[in-house]
């Protein structure tokens, strides 16, 4: 059972570039997460969704966007990346108990 | 949202039992208690739940008092392993999509 998985685990990114990070949950979860970790902090939420076709923000989301088309699928695009995005991602699935995936390192640089 | 205190850090013995506090003294009647853990470089897990008794798994037990205003993670045994940021948070009914991590407790496990 792979859980929810996260793609890539690093990468480094120029200012200004953009990227999509990747997370496909397979226990069919309505519910998706994305939050940031800056080091030493907490997780802050970037962007939710309750279902397949609706999104909503989080307590961080400028210099976000995502979709979600499908239930297994829940991209989060960064469009003109910032050095202050240099941050971990982690990408979560619930229904009651939320799994994580093991995130993704970005540097921008 | 419903607001979690818990202590920045606490240290604990090898083998010994250790308990974590947890205050929410606004929680509502609807919202259940969730503690994460996130050990270094790794990401959250799930812990254990509950909403008004008392609940055991393999992992941790956790204690509800009476009036759910606060609780207690109960680790029975420390192991280094155990050693990590202990998250508190209060949930809406099993279908809410709330999720909102605080600041933790950082649990240090002393050999």
């Known amino acids: 059972n792979a859980g929810v998985t996260q793609t890539p685990k690093f990468r480094i990114l120029k200012i200004g570039q953009s990227m999509t990070l990747q997370c496909t949950q397979d226990?069919?979860?309505?519910?998706m997460y994305w939050y940031r970790q800056d080091p030493g902090m907490g997780l802050k939420l970037i962007y939710y969704?309750?279902?397949?076709?609706?999104?909503d923000k989080g307590e961080v989301p400028n210099g976000y966007n995502v979709s979600r088309s499908t239930t297994e699928d829940f991209p989060l695009r960064l469009e003109l990346a910032a050095p202050s995005q240099t941050s971990v991602y982690f990408c979560?699935?619930?229904?009651?108990?939320?799994?994580f995936g093991q995130g993704t390192r970005l540097t921008v640089v | 949202d419903a607001k979690t205190t818990q202590p920045n850090s606490m240290e604990s013995n090898e083998e010994e039992p250790v308990h974590l506090p947890c205050n929410h003294s606004?929680?509502?009647?609807?919202?259940?208690i969730h503690w994460y853990r996130q050990l270094p470089s790794q990401g959250p897990e799930y812990v254990i739940h509950?909403?008004?008794s008392n609940v055991n798994n393999r992992m941790a037990s956790l204690a509800i008092a009476e009036d759910r205003k606060s609780s207690t993670l109960i680790l029975h045994r420390a192991t280094l392993r155990d050693a990590a940021v202990y998250y508190c948070?209060?949930?809406?009914?099993?279908?809410?999509?709330?999720?909102?991590f605080g600041k933790g407790t950082k649990l240090s496990v002393i050999p």
């Open positions: 979560a699935s619930s229904y009651s108990e939320a799994f």
């Open positions: 509950g909403l008004t």
């Open positions: 948070i209060l949930r809406g009914s099993a279908g809410s999509y709330q999720l909102t």
């Open positions: 606004t929680i509502s009647g609807t919202d259940y």
């Open positions: 226990m069919n979860h309505n519910y």
């Open positions: 969704s309750v279902g397949a076709g609706i999104t």
